[in-house]
């Protein structure tokens, strides 16, 4: 079963192509998407990884979590769902 992984504190200057070779040293790569401002299109510095199976995954986030990567401590961690927003406005 596919694994999605949040990869933060990235540096800004990296590229897909270069987060999809690092991950595919530990397994199958299914996609890599940086996460971009939408008006400036520049990386906010977070991409999510989704990796092919789980034990890829662990072996992923046990390998760089916390490794130097373009100058950055890259912080690497299974991807949380996100809350559906509340409108707090009344």
Partial sequence: MAKKLYVGNMSY??????????????????SVTIVKDRYTNQSKGFAFVEMEDDQAAVAAVSALNNKDF???????????????????YR
């Fill in 13 to 30: 200057s990296t590229t897909e192509d270069q987060l999809g070779e690092l991950f595919a040293q530990y397994g199958n790569v299914l």
């Fill in 70 to 88: 373009n100058g950055r401590d890259l912080r690497v961690d299974e991807a949380q769902e996100r809350k559906p927003r509340t409108n707090s």
